[in-house]
């Protein structure tokens, strides 16, 4: 657990969590805690039950926004992609009104990039704090959103080219992990309305505004992600339709390969009969031009079949 005093997004290293319980003359705290302290910090700021409880659950969190008596708990979920996996990691946030407590179980990169954005706009309330978190969790979706177009693109251009059994399966993971970002998306789009419309008294009023641009934003990603979702199932038509242009091209090789071993199989057929009356049959080199004739029609057949574009 990390306890920082920040004054115009300068931040100063806090020793003593009781020093925090206190509103200072100017600024903030902020708690940076895992899960595991949520222990020593309840009793201290009065965390309620419910929301605790929700930061120590080990199933998924639906982003949300519940208001207590002096504070709220806030849950967004902040994405990455990494080899070729989505992942949503849970991102607490209590807010008070001269505190603010970020509780995950995992490193949540958006905390390390807004050291610097707090810095840079001379943050100095919590709630300032709060805007630009939840603004940087929403940028990072269009980052992972570039990464799943490209690698959207790179799986058509695959399948075009060389259709594998393996390419179903990305499909099929692709998609499902695209069906459940967007089905939380929803939820944070309405932390996101929340935040935008309605009266809190924890969020100044002028700055409530800020989060309309936050919301476009929210809005977009989710249309991305539809859109996302129909380019998958574009991607598996593709997929079925290929498979099924490779077999039509096999079997048109094996008719053709059928078609030429015809007349072969028929000069051999009769050659092979048990008769002493067949022309040519004891000609010394009968042979050889039965075998001249059957190249003769083989090749000569490859070739009318390569010039028709049949092979």
């Known amino acids: 657990m990390k306890i ?24 903030f705290y902020w ?9 020593i910090l309840q009793p201290l700021f009065g965390m309620h039950d419910l929301a605790v409880e929700d ?36 991102l607490n946030i209590f807010l008070g009104r001269h505190f603010i407590i970020t509780v995950t179980k995992q490193k949540i990169n958006e905390l390390r990039s807004l ?4 810095w840079e706009q001379e943050v100095s309330r919590p709630d300032q704090f709060l805007y630009y978190l939840i603004d940087l969790v929403v940028d990072n979706y269009f980052l992972v959103g570039d990464r799943i177009d490209t690698r959207i693109e790179t799986l058509e251009v695959d399948i075009l080219i060389h259709t594998k059994k393996s390419h179903l399966n990305e499909i099929i993971g692709l998609r499902s992990e695209i069906l459940w970002v967007k089905k939380m998306l929803g939820a944070q789009r309405e932390l996101v309305f929340t935040l935008n419309k309605k009266e809190l008294k924890l969020i100044d ?8 641009d936050v919301y476009e934003n929210a809005l977009k990603i989710a249309e991305s992600f539809e859109t996302y979702r129909d380019l998958m199932g574009n991607l598996r038509e593709a997929y079925q339709s290929s498979l099924s242009s490779r077999a039509n091209e096999i079997m048109r090789v094996f008719t053709a390969i059928t078609t030429i071993f015809m007349p072969l199989t028929f000069l051999t057929g009769i050659y092979g009969m048990n008769f002493d009356r067949i022309p040519g049959l004891h000609y010394q080199f009968g042979a050889y031009i039965l075998l001249g004739i059957m ?4 090749f000569g057949m490859f070739f009318i079949f390569r010039k028709k574009e049949w092979l």
């Open 4 to 27: 920082r005093h920040v004054i115009n997004g300068v931040f100063t290293q806090i020793e003593q969590i009781e020093q925090a319980l206190v509103a200072p003359s100017e600024g």
């Open 31 to 39: 708690i940076d805690a895992d899960v595991e302290d949520l222990t």
């Open 55 to 90: 930061c120590l659950n080990e199933e998924e969190q639906r982003p949300k926004i519940e208001i207590y008596e002096n504070h709220y708990f806030i849950v967004a979920n902040s994405i990455r992609f990494d080899d070729e996996e989505i992942f949503l990691r849970a």
């Open 115 to 118: 050291k610097p954005i707090l």
């Open 205 to 212: 009023d002028q700055l409530q505004k800020y989060f309309s």
């Open 295 to 298: 190249l003769i029609l083989g």
